[in-house]
T-cell receptor, first 113, second 113 residues
Framework: DGGITQSPKYLFRKEGQNVTLSCEQN?????MYWYRQDPGQGLRLIYY???????QKGDIAEGYSVSREKKESFPLTVTSAQKNPTAFYLC????????????FGSGTRLTVV | QQPVQSPQAVILREGEDAVINCSSS?????VHWYRQKHGEAPVFLMI?????EQKGHEKISASFNEKKQQSSLYLTASQLSYSGTYFC??????????????FGKGTMLLVSP
């Protein structure tokens, strides 16, 4: 079955450390997105990419970086510059037709220790 | 700018109806609705395109008034499985030329027996 795979499910980061969250899809979708979810805040857009080797900053990109070297993969790096990284991170993708909406991965819960 | 959802929370008994509203201060291309169970990824329910049409999905339907920049989600004869947090996502065009979804803070729905 097609879908989006995020890994790891849980991640613990020490202060000053960079960590990378994996997102892989086999839906052949062009567009991919990273959202951050905090309690009571809804989902906020970090980065998005519509085609390979191209991506744009979302609303809260500071302290994050991404790459899109392959259509299937859109990893997110949480750098030490992100002062409050503890959150639930969701990766999503969507086909060009967009009538099927976003397909979300199961998420990565990142905690700073 | 984040769309505004109301109410913030709803408690229903099985079989009762509910309406969740979503309003935006920006012009909309479309409105998406998602449901998220605790600790899980959001699941796409439906998309409303320009034209004020009403769409249905099981006993869940929605309307979209593009002039008022509002959408409403209607849940009729609620079932226990309807419990979760409902998010609207409004599609907006960004400076990049691409459109993305901006999500509201969510409406928590609890259906009790």
């Amino acid at each position: 079955d097609g879908g989006i795979t995020q890994s790891p499910k849980y991640l613990f980061r020490k202060e000053g450390q960079n960590v990378t969250l994996s997102c892989e899809q086999n839906l052949n979708h062009d567009a991919m997105y990273w959202y951050r979810q905090d309690p009571g805040q809804g989902l906020r857009l970090i980065y998005y990419s519509q085609i390979v080797n191209d991506f744009q900053k979302g609303d809260i990109a500071e302290g994050y970086s991404v790459s899109r070297e392959k259509k299937e993969s859109f990893p997110l790096t949480v750098t030490s510059a992100q002062k409050n990284p503890t959150a639930f991170y969701l990766c999503a993708s969507m086909s060009k037709g967009r009538l099927g909406g976003y397909t979300f991965g199961s998420g990565t819960r990142l905690t700073v220790v | 700018q984040q769309p505004v959802q109301s109410p913030q929370a709803v408690i229903l008994r099985e079989g009762e109806d509910a309406v969740i509203n979503c309003s935006s201060s920006k012009a909309l291309y479309s409105v998406h609705w998602y449901r998220q169970k605790h600790g899980e990824a959001p699941v796409f329910l439906m998309i409303l395109l320009k034209g004020g049409e009403q769409k249905g999905h099981e006993k869940i339907s929605a309307s979209f008034n593009e002039k008022k920049q509002q959408s409403s989600l209607y849940l009729t004869a609620s079932q226990l499985s309807y419990s979760g947090t409902y998010f609207c996502g409004t599609e907006n065009l960004r400076n990049s030329g691409y459109s993305t979804l901006t999500f509201g803070k969510g409406t928590m729905l609890l259906v009790s027996p």
